[in-house]
């Protein structure tokens, strides 16, 4: 079993910039394909950015394209997501999810996901 641990959330103003960070807690054996989700209450988990095992493929939500950038470290399977011009709709808990492998038809689907993070929450005041 493969832990992830999120951090770099918090309270930041309309306008403002984050960059969460996630990592295994352990040594991994294989690089994932890196992914984020987000969830607010009352609302389904939805996917945010993912980034394939490379790093040479990257995906985005239509909501945060042009905003938000998705890196990754690929020798620690620790993956990044620098959230600029942040939005009080951008408010909720963001998971970090790893899997074996992705494409253009499952990367923003909760299935093709093996591991998830705890969660780190994203606040954004108006």
């Known amino acids: 079993q493969v832990e992830f641990v999120e951090s770099g959330g918090g309270l930041v103003q309309a306008g403002g910039s984050l960059r969460l960070a996630c990592a295994p807690s352990?040594?991994?054996?294989?690089?994932?394909?890196m992914g984020w989700f987000r969830r607010t209450p009352g609302k389904e988990r939805e996917f945010v950015a993912v980034?394939?095992?490379?790093?040479?493929?990257?995906y985005y939500a239509d909501s945060v394209k042009g905003r938000f950038t998705i890196s990754r470290a690929n020798a620690m399977n620790t993956v990044y997501l620098q959230m600029n011009s942040l939005k009080p709709e951008d408010k909720a808990v963001y998971y970090c999810a790893a899997a074996f492998s992705i494409n253009s038809r499952t990367y923003s689907t909760d299935s093709a996901y093996a591991y998830w993070g705890q969660g780190t929450q994203v606040t954004v005041s108006s």
């Open positions: 352990g040594r991994t054996a294989i690089n994932y394909a």
């Open positions: 980034a394939s095992w490379s790093g040479g493929s990257t």
